[in-house]
């Protein structure tokens, strides 16, 4: 599985692809920041996200999109340009016909670093043994969007597993039941054949 994890942010969009199946070591494929210059218009800012976004996904080919899912900060300002961002990378995900996840930033620090409440410096030095990088990723946006692509891999994987094998119960129950309707059907038919010799 390939996933493309997207840090949303205005002036600093982190993103970072990884492959990798749950249960064995990850590897990164790529990593890097869009940056917006803050002088900019917002939306001509948001274009220049979306567009960047879609020359990853055409380039890389991820299978899904994890995003940080946008928590109420004091910072206003902050928080709306962060949602905004988030809503262009899931659309253009949706678009490109890719599955999107949204993971919240404690189930992301508690994926790679086994502690909901980690800080910047612990999740980036454990992106950076997970995936066994030469050096540490930066800035700081570029190593939250490896750890979102990794907590993706690590419990997308679990969850797709669950709902398959949910999806086979079903089939197997849908096939008893069927089969069950079946031999119903054939029993009054014969009991119909009977009574009609009579």
């Given at each position: ?38 002088d ?5 800012r ?59 930033p ?22 950076t ?32 597993r ?37």
């Amino acid at each position: 599985m390939r996933v493309l994890g997207v840090d949303p942010g205005l002036t600093r969009c982190g993103l970072g692809v990884v492959e990798g199946t749950p249960g064995r070591p990850p590897t990164m494929v790529a990593v890097g920041v869009i940056r917006t210059p803050p002088d900019l218009d917002v939306s001509q800012r948001l274009v220049r996200i979306e567009s960047e976004l879609i020359e990853w996904i055409t380039e890389h080919r991820p299978d899904a999109v994890a995003v940080e899912r946008v928590f109420a900060q004091h910072n206003v300002r902050t928080v709306m340009g962060t949602a905004q961002a988030s809503g262009v990378a899931m659309v253009v995900a949706a678009r490109s016909g890719l599955p999107v996840a949204l993971h919240t930033p404690s189930e992301v620090k508690a994926a790679v670093t086994g502690s909901g409440r980690a800080g910047k410096e612990q999740v980036t030095t454990m992106v950076t043994r997970i995936l066994q990088l030469p050096e540490r990723p930066t800035p700081a946006d570029a190593a939250d969007a490896l750890a979102l692509a990794i907590c993706h891999i690590w419990r997308g994987g679990v969850a797709s597993r669950l709902q398959q094998a949910a999806a086979s119960r079903s089939n197997v129950e849908a096939a008893a039941q069927a089969q069950s309707c079946l031999q119903v059907a054939r029993l009054r038919a014969a009991v119909a054949a009977q009574e009609g010799k009579r």
